[in-house]
Each structure stands twice: as structure tokens, then as C-alpha cells.
């Protein structure tokens, strides 16, 4: 009999990781794969991504809004509501396991209901660190979480440090890089041409709030705008996630509407993020993109702030404070296309792969739902 699969998706950026994965299991005729579509995807602000999820070619979506106008991005409440759409979601399809990524609050939401309703739950990606509540919301979906498929083997040592037990851990790389090191990527004239954007010279700024700082988000903003406006440099600007704190974000970013040197978009398509990477001069920010995907490549990342904190350094990372002469330096330094060696320390472009041959493992299947806690020896 197949088995089941739902997945979680909320934003443009989990989607574009995840949708190999979800494509690879839903070309398996051992799987019957589902995917429960959420957050920003439902979202007019940010693009209605829902549109980009359905255009993918995937099967069996299912669309929910779990948040308005009316509660803006009040976390708490984007909790609950995505606990009960999720939840009555489950009790109606059944799934034989929930697929969770990453460290949003649709992710937690979804574990949480898997939890308390006997349903494995896998987490794509647990063990990283961050700098801001994203890390703490990452560490609870992995401890609600019965299985892991970890990017690099630091995560995996992490989440043993945190009492999961190995035979859970699975090591496949992280899915993205399948996606970054594909030769199907779209050409950097096409993606410029379907975004109106016209210039042969540019970086990316992707600029998220940080929510355990929210009393800094304004000046920081303000910061950041002055810094990338002193500096003459041509931008591509991403609109920031929706997390509490982004409206100040908004409001400095209505400095930069109208001024030639900036383009303003509210969502790309992952693969067309990657070509525009690809051709960057930089990408400037707190994304983690900047430590993730920028790297790959091989190009710079003016990392701003404390957001990725502890995440993976690699020399093609220049870490500053949100001080707008600081950033406005680091950027004129890296104008003229630097580039560094690439990094390959999240895989070599087949997690897919080993997702599918580890799923499709009976004995996989054997996993306990009463997880038990891995104590580890230390001397006394």
C-alpha cells in the first residue's frame, strides 16, 4: 500500500528548498504525496506565491489562509490558527507522515498536531542555528519531531547533544543544493526579463526583522536603507518575511520606491532567485541565503546583524553591525564582482535521492512514535 506524505510549506523560500523533495516523492509510485500550502503563499503582499506552488507541477494542494489583515503578524495568533486548519486537515486525509522544513511557524504548527495525534513527523534541516526566535522555534520542531534529515553533520551532533536519538538522524545533504547545483537553472537574461529588471551590474538585499530585537527593527532599517542609498550600488530588493517587526522595514523601504538604483519585488521564484544570485555582485542582508546558498557560488555576503548568528562562517561572509557607514563600506569593497571559493559543506546534490531510497526502506517505517530521550555520558 503507498504511503502517505503531507507537506508543509508557508513562504516562497521553504517551498523553493523543498519542491524537489516533493516532486521526487510524488514521481514514486510507492508514495501518495499531499501538500498542505499556508503563510505567505496566501498572502496578496507577498505575491500570492500560492500561484508559483500551483504552477510547479505538483499534485493534491491544498490551500490554507491562516492569517488577515487583522492580525498582522502577530506570531501567537499565526500559531493557532495553523494548529486548527492543520489539525482538522490530518484528522480528514490521514497521512501516514507530516514532511516539516526549516524553522517557521507553519512548521512547528504542523509538528505540534503530528505530535499530539500519533502521526511521525520528519524535519528537514533540524540542528542549525540562528540568531533570533527562528532558532528556538527550530530546536522545538525537532524535539517534536520523530525523524531528522540534517544538511551537515554538525546539525546531526546538535540534535544528539539534544537527547535525539542517531538511528533518527539521517545525513542527505540539504535539498536546495540539489536544486543550486542543477544545470536546469533559467538564464540570468531570462529571469531579467520576466522581473523588468534592467540592469547588467547589481546585488540583492533581503533584510528580514528580527524579532527578539524588535525594539532596534526601525533604526536598523533606516540604517541599512541609508547605507545602500550613500553607496550608488544597484539593487534588487526582496520584500522581508512577515514576521513581527517587518512593517519598519516597509516604511524604509518606501524610500527606495521610485529611485532607479532599486528594484522592489515581493517574491521571486526560487530558481530564479538562484540565476540572480548566480550574477550578483553581492547579496547584503541577514537572509540566509547570505550563508547558504550565497557561498555555494562563491559570492560575497555583507551579512548585517546578529539573525545568522553561530550559523556556518565561510570566508566569503563579512560580518557588520547594523551601522550604515560600516555596511555602505562593505558594499563599495565588493562592487566590482569579487568572488571566493565555493563551499560544499551542505551536500553533493542528491539529498533527494537519499530521501526517496531511505523512505522507501521498509524497516524505515518501524520508527516509534514514544520517543525516548538519548542521555550522553559525561565525566563527572
Excluded at 118 to 134: F, K, M, Q, R
Excluded at 340 to 351: C, E, H, L, P, R
Aim: hydrophobic residues 35%; negative net charge.
Amino acid at each position: 500500500m503507498m504511503k502517505k506524505l503531507v507537506f508543509i510549506t508557508g513562504t516562497r523560500a521553504d517551498f523553493g528548498k523543498i519542491k524537489i523533495l516533493i516532486k521526487t516523492m510524488q514521481d514514486s509510485d510507492k508514495f501518495d504525496t499531499h501538500v498542505f500550502a499556508t503563510g505567505m503563499h496566501m498572502l496578496k503582499k507577498y505575491g500570492l506565491t500560492i500561484n508559483e506552488v500551483y504552477k510547479s507541477g505538483i499534485e493534491n494542494i491544498f490551500p490554507f489562509l491562516n492569517q488577515d489583515d487583522a492580525c498582522g503578524s502577530q506570531m501567537d495568533y499565526i500559531l493557532a490558527n495553523t494548529i486548527n486548519g492543520f489539525g482538522r486537515y490530518v484528522r480528514e486525509y490521514k497521512p501516514d507522515m507530516i514532511v516539516v522544513h526549516g524553522d517557521r511557524i507553519e512548521s512547528l504548527s504542523a509538528a505540534i498536531v503530528g505530535a499530539l495525534n500519533n502521526i511521525p513527523v520528519s524535519h528537514i534541516e533540524g540542528g542549525e542555528l540562528s540568531g533570533t526566535i527562528d532558532e528556538h522555534i527550530r530546536h522545538a520542531i525537532s524535539k517534536l519531531s520523530h525523524v531528522h534529515f540534517t544538511s551537515n553533520i554538525n546539525a546531526s551532533n546538535r540534535l544528539i547533544q539534544m537527547g535525539e536519538n542517531k538511528e533518527s538522524i539521517y545525513l542527505v545533504g540539504s535539498p536546495e543544493i540539489d536544486v543550486m547545483l542543477s544545470e536546469d537553472l533559467p538564464e540570468l537574461g531570462e529571469v531579467l526579463e520576466y522581473y523588468d529588471i534592467f540592469y547588467k551590474k547589481y546585488s540583492i538585499l533581503l533584510y528580514h526583522s528580527v524579532t527578539t530585537e524588535g525594539g532596534n527593527i526601525s533604526k536598523y532599517s533606516k540604517n541599512i536603507v541609508d547605507a545602500v542609498i550613500e553607496s550608488g550600488e544597484k539593487f534588487i530588493v526582496l520584500y522581508p518575511n512577515n514576521d513581527t517587526g517587518s512593517n519598519y522595514i516597509f516604511d524604509e523601504y518606501s524610500r527606495l520606491e521610485n529611485n532607479d538604483n532599486f528594484k522592489l519585488l515581493p517574491s521571486i521564484r526560487f530558481e530564479g532567485f538562484l540565476t540572480l544570485l548566480k550574477g550578483a555582485n553581492m547579496i547584503v542582508g541577514n537572509s540566509s541565503s547570505g550563508v547558504r546558498e550565497a557561498p555555494v557560488y562563491g559570492i560575497p555576503t555583507i551579512n548585517i546583524g546578529s539573525r545568522q548568528h553561530n550559523r556556518c562562517q565561510h570566508e566569503s561572509i563579512i560580518n557588520v553591525v547594523e551601522d550604515s557607514a560600516l555596511i555602505c563600506n562593505s558594499i563599495k569593497d565588493h562592487m566590482h564582482g569579487k568572488k571566493y571559493k565555493k563551499a560544499s559543506i551542505f551536500g553533493d546534490g542528491n539529498s533527494s535521492g537519499k530521501f526517496l531510497e531511505i523512505l522507501s526502506d521498509d524497516l524505515f517505517w518501524d520508527v516509534s512514535i514514544q520517543k525516548v530521550f538519548n542521555t550522553l555520558q559525561f565525566n563527572s
